[in-house]
């Protein structure tokens, strides 16, 4: 086969704090030894990727350039924020996690997959065509499409391992937040298949209504005025020690870990003015709240941890068995426990329109975009 050139969405930020987002050509060489090139089909838009593509630039900065086919936006990055990004100052750097195609060439050793539509993971998933090795793709199920497999990984494997870090920390249930999203509903149809209690955190009836429908016992509105009384009845009922937020800034992660220590002292039989000896764990994935995180320490007692989670670093600690368990029940469980439901299909040019960037831009709960780079 000869090369393949394609064009790939790019961002990058210049020492002026200008914030660029293009498409580039990109030409690949024949794949060689276990090297794949795949056609995309299909990339879903996840939170962590607008995290790259737009990193901490001001949308209401945004101008329109290009042309319709090679279009352009530049957005710029306030002064105080520059320093966040100065390592990525002058690069270009191709977006998207993950996404799914159909195998158009390989080299000697991966011939078995040629013609397949598989699952990818590995960066740069937002272009017409992506090569990368055999390992980094998952075949999909006889009869699946490039859609179904386009995010088989960060939202299920992210799910997943909320469970398994549970069990492995010695948790018994767990609390989520922003608990109607993709990944959300995905942890409360593994929590209702493995027996493990969830206690869902919401903004609004529609969502709990939302998670209602899948089987939810636990959904909370965080707007509602009796939101901490009622989260840690929920808590003392469950018996969760153990936090998944998504939010990030604010107070809700600080209110979540108060609770499970308001539940933890129903059950005391003597005071301790240094709190409970119940151990409770807060961990934050997500940045929805862009503001400073709160913490109210001094109403936790002095048993508990607040830390960061991100999947990749996880997955390189749980082992080769542990992922290929986790990555082959997503396979099983695909166009079911793992569906993604996807409110807009979009190509290349179409993610550099304005209107629509400002509509995947603001990760509205229930409202998921998927690039499709063939359109």
Known sequence: MDEVTGLELRSTVDEGGTLTLSLEPVTLSPPQGDELIVRVEAAPINPSDLGLLLGPADVAT????????????????????????????????PIGNEGAGTVIAAGPEAQAL?????????????????????RDVVP??????????????VNPLTALSFVETARQEGHHAIVHTAAASNLGQMLQKICLADGVPLVNVVRSEAQAALL??????????????????RLADAIAETGATIAFDAIGGGTLGSDVVQAMEQAANRRATEYSRYGSNVFKQLYIYGALDTAPTTLNRLAFGFQWSVSGFLLTPWLQ????????????????????????????TIGLAEALDPEVLRAYERKATGEKYLIDPTR
Do not use: C, W
């Open 62 to 93: 945004l101008e329109k350039g290009g042309s319709p086919d090679r279009p352009e936006l530049r957005f710029q990055v306030p002064r105080e924020r520059i320093g966040g990004v100065r390592a990525r100052l002058g690069q270009s750097l």
């Open 114 to 134: 040629l013609g397949r539509t598989v699952g990818m993971m590995g960066g740069a998933m937002y272009a017409q065509y992506r090569k990368l090795r055999a």
């Open 140 to 153: 999909l199920p006889d009869g699946a499409k490039a859609a179904d497999g386009a995010a088989m990984f």
């Open 212 to 229: 209602r429908d899948i089987g939810a016992t636990h959904v909370l509105d965080s707007r509602a005025e009796d939101f901490r009384r």
């Open 317 to 344: 600690k749980a082992g080769r068995e542990t992922v290929a368990r986790m990555r082959q029940r997503v396979v099983n469980e695909l166009t079911t426990t793992f569906a993604s439901r996807y409110t807009r």
